[in-house]
């Protein structure tokens, strides 16, 4: 028999053991400490009683991602409660004894749980959202099969309360809860508004549909209500009846007050306002404003978000409301509701006219008085950012497009400082919905599709609705009655490639982690797959890929983030030809091959390739550069790719180097003591060192040929002024085919948390640079939203078709870079004999042996 050393019998036994001894151990003395035992030492019901003006229930139970896991209990009584006279004790699992709990947990000691307020008990590892208003740390939380009681009493003589879950039998993953399976997984529990006193009948509480149970169930990983219970809250004796005549002893204005927190800050408040976003439903509460433009004050806010929704209200109700001031992650709130009053209707006030978003070090100081009231963007905005529409709903606003500073500027001058200071993305535009994977995504319009879409660089007017703080970021919050914010498609898609003029087209492609399946690559399931989860996945970013690469039809195409298994049959590298040529024509693309060991270049699950036309191009040389080679090219960087290519119809040789550079992200202290930056991202001292050495390597023409006509591609995880570029720049005379081309302050090919860059390049040799016709981003992929890729995660079934295309678009999350080369050959000019015979002898016809005269390099 093992025993869990907390467990309630193998206490019985230590204690048994201490009485009489080892050697006086009987099992019918284990059976008589048993059976000694009040009956609530094993059910919980005996002679302890709960005081009458202490009401202790669970008021929320979250079972999330990872260590996100919290209890919260709430005192819904009149009188504080001294924790010291209670516990939650758990079952783990199923219980050894059916009925009995297995851990007795304790409240730290000296806790006390005041009226109207919560307790958070959390996971020590928990988000900091969590941690932020959790009183108490515990290891063990639910997994979603592990019951817990709220108990008052000691662990001879309690009473149970409360249960989330039973002490009965494992219910498998998790307990079914409001007609929701295993709803106690992956999910967060909220206790209804209507709900006032605690339920130790689990079946009860839990019920078997959305009416007849105790709770309201959200998402995995929701936790607004953490903190602070939304539902039925204490209203003390001295508290007088409220009603529409109640004179309000303060105003909006002051408790928002004209600091970053309000001074009244744990006080009791009654508020009069028109309700001018009604958010019920589903942001869990209100905002209300002042009549008749407030206090007249600028530097004071007159509206307020209301944290309640036990009283309908709709947007135009004259309210009357008494609550708590609360400041909820630095938004001044109302919580804590005890009455709401609605005394009729009442004419919305004029939103206030923002005619530009503030820059980033004056946003504080401009949108915080204005925290809580209707504000409305007088001038069109650009998205800048929306890599959480799909999963929050939320957008990044700005007044102007914003580019990483060092790609115009030293990273270590003032001007690259300034520049960010500037900057007037100080703006989130949110759904007013707290839950993850909104469907439909709530913008644009009435919904994304794959054919109503946004982008970044887009513009929107309309935009209007209350002004919320929340997750550290002005919001303005999406508002029933208000018309939806309208699209300007000012950064359209690109349906076809840009013309880029040159007789030959090169192309550095992304192509997002292909990985096409084992035999001989990895299977999707293996952990080194950073690819499609699936067959069915994969099969939509292949199509996603093809399209686009065919498209170009470059005649030679630099492949970055494909899978590192080699070239032969079955390759990811021979995927992508075999489907080119199936989609253009037999033989059209081939692969260059590489001699190396076990068919892969590099140790990284990812490698570059170069694939290539051979009805255009050639290949007459080619070479690697790794840590082999040059100990200054860390075997953190994927090894470089150098191929020579002659030109078909001229003999032109050129050499293509591909490149893809150690990440900005994973920190290079350890490995490479290169000292982290926040200038220009992790392991940039790796990155110039390694740019050192690609540069000293092509000094010594390592494809075997002699030619000095070389273009770098690639991803070089670096931007124009930084150490990587500038060291090609500067020691070894290449140019930024892209700034000459296009401007450094104007060309993006990937876009980061609101930022445009390009860290995919064209860098010539100055003997190539003239050749260049001209160098462009097809703009596919980075200002495009990632819901519209190949993944089927976190999208319903109506989404994964709707969201999807076998279209170019958002195959990848870096744009494919296009370079033009070599001018095209002349047209031929028809002439006749009768325009040469006067300067020429006859030699065949008109003195030439061919009929049409044409020009060539």
């Known amino acids: 028999l093992r025993l869990h050393p907390q467990s309630t019998l193998c206490q019985l036994v230590v204690r048994t053991l201490a009485m009489g001894g080892a050697r006086n151990f009987r099992l019918a003395e284990v059976a008589s400490a048993l059976l000694s035992l009040t009956v609530a030492a094993v059910v919980g019901v005996d002679a302890a009683t709960v005081p009458a003006n202490v009401r202790l229930f669970f008021s929320e139970y979250a079972e999330g991602s990872s260590n996100n896991k919290y209890l919260e209990i709430y005192n819904a009584g009149t009188e504080s409660a001294n924790l010291g006279d209670w516990a939650f004790p758990t079952v783990s699992n199923g219980p050894t004894t059916p009925g009995v709990h297995e851990f007795w947990n304790n409240f730290t000691a000296g806790a006390v749980l005041q009226p109207g307020k919560v307790y958070v008990i959390a996971h020590g590892s928990a988000d900091q959202k969590i941690l932020d208003v959790m009183n108490q740390t515990y290891s063990y939380l639910s997994n979603g099969d592990d019951g817990v009681k709220l108990a008052y009493g000691t662990e001879a003589d309690h009473v149970y309360v409360d249960a989330v879950g039973d002490f009965q039998a494992d219910p498998g993953s998790g307990w079914d809860i409001c007609g929701i399976v295993a709803g106690t997984v992956d999910h967060t529990l909220v206790r209804k508004t209507s709900v006032t006193t605690g339920n130790p009948d689990w079946d009860a509480s839990r019920g078997t549909t959305t009416d007849n149970c105790e709770w309201v169930v959200y998402p995995k990983d929701e936790w607004k209500y953490a903190g602070v219970h939304p539902g039925q809250y204490v209203t003390t004796p001295t508290q007088a009846a409220l009603n529409c005549s109640t004179v309000s002893p303060v105003s909006i204005s002051k408790v928002q007050g004209n600091g970053i927190t309000s001074a009244l800050v744990g006080q009791v408040a009654v508020l009069r306002g028109v309700v001018t976003a009604d958010l019920q ?97 007088s001038t069109p905005v650009i998205v800048t950012d929306f890599y959480n529409l799909g999963r929050y709903g939320e957008m990044t606003l700005s007044s102007g497009w914003n580019v990483v500073a060092s790609q115009v500027f030293d990273p270590l001058s003032k001007e690259h400082n300034e520049m960010y200071d500037l900057y007037r993305d100080t703006l989130t535009l949110d759904d007013a919905n707290p839950a993850q994977n909104p469907d439909p995504v709530p913008y644009p319009g009435t919904g994304m599709t794959y054919d109503n879409y946004i982008r970044t660089g887009d513009t929107l007017t309309n935009v209007m609705g209350p002004l919320s703080y929340a997750f550290s970021k002005y919001r303005i919050q999406k508002t ?309 890729d190949y993944n089927t995660e976190y999208k319903s079934a109506s989404q994964v078709t709707s969201l999807y295309n076998d279209g170019p678009f958002r195959s990848s999350d870096h744009d494919p870079i296009i370079i033009g080369l070599y001018t095209p050959f002349a047209v031929p000019k028809q002439v006749t004999c009768g325009a040469v015979k006067k300067n020429f002898k006859q030699m065949g016809c008109c003195g030439f042996p061919d009929k049409v005269i044409s020009n060539t390099r």
Not at 317 to 337: F, H, I, P, S, W
Not at 548 to 563: F, K, P, Q, S, T
Not at 748 to 774: F, K, Q, R, W
Request: proline fraction near 5%; glycine fraction near 8%.
């Open 480 to 788: 029933p009655g208000f018309p939806a914010p309208a699209v300007q498609h000012t950064n359209p898609r690109e349906e076809t490639p840009p013309d880029v003029k040159g007789r030959l087209r090169i192309a550095g492609f992304n192509v997002l982690n292909y990985f096409n399946g084992d035999n001989p690559g990895v299977a999707f399931s293996d952990s080194l797959n950073r690819g499609a989860s699936n067959a069915d996945e994969f099969a939509r970013q292949r199509k996603k890929t093809l399209s686009a690469i065919a498209l170009v039809d470059a005649a030679v195409v630099g492949l970055l983030e494909i899978e590192n298994d080699g070239f032969g049959a079955g390759t990811a590298v021979q995927d992508i030809v075999e489907g080119l040529n199936t989609a253009t024509a037999p033989l059209t693309y081939t692969a260059v091959t590489f001699d190396v060991t076990d068919d892969k270049i590099g140790t990284d699950a990812i490698t570059n390739a170069i694939i290539y036309q051979p009805k255009l191009v050639s290949v007459v040389g080619k070479a690697i550069l790794d840590s082999s080679v040059d100990p200054m090219f860390l075997s953190i960087n994927r090894p470089t790719l150098a191929v020579t290519f002659k030109e078909v119809s001229s003999g032109n040789e050129f050499t293509v180097v591909i490149n893809h550079l150690k990440s900005k992200g994973s920190s290079c202290v350890a490995c490479c003591a290169d000292p982290d930056s926040t200038f220009v991202g992790n392991c940039n001292g790796v990155r110039t060192n390694a740019t050192k050495a690609v540069g000293k390597w092509l000094k010594t023409h390592p494809t075997g040929r002699s030619t000095d006509d070389i273009l770098i591609i690639g991803d070089l995880n670096s931007h124009h002024y930084e150490t990587p570029i500038q060291t090609l720049i500067t020691e070894f005379g290449y140019t930024d085919m892209i700034d000459k081309f296009t401007s450094k302050e104007m060309s993006s090919s990937y876009v980061y948390m609101g930022l445009a860059s390009y860290l995919d390049h064209a860098l010539a040799s100055t003997t190539l640079m003239s050749n260049i016709t001209m160098v462009k981003a097809w703009k596919i992929n980075a200002d495009e939203n990632m819901i519209l």
């Open 281 to 377: 439903g589903k942001y869990g509460g209100f905002f209300m404003q002042e009549l008749d433009g407030g206090d007249g004050d600028s530097s004071t806010s007159d509206g307020i978000y209301v944290a309640d929704a036990s009283v309908v209200v709709s947007q135009g109700d004259l309210v009357v409301v008494r609550g708590t001031v609360k400041e909820n992650y630095a938004e001044t709130q109302l919580v804590d509701v005890s009455a709401v009053a609605v005394c009729g209707k009442a004419p919305l006030p004029m939103p206030y006219f923002l005619d530009m978003l503030p820059t980033r070090n004056t946003s504080e100081s401009i949108l915080e008085p204005l925290e809580g009231m209707l504000i409305m963007l």
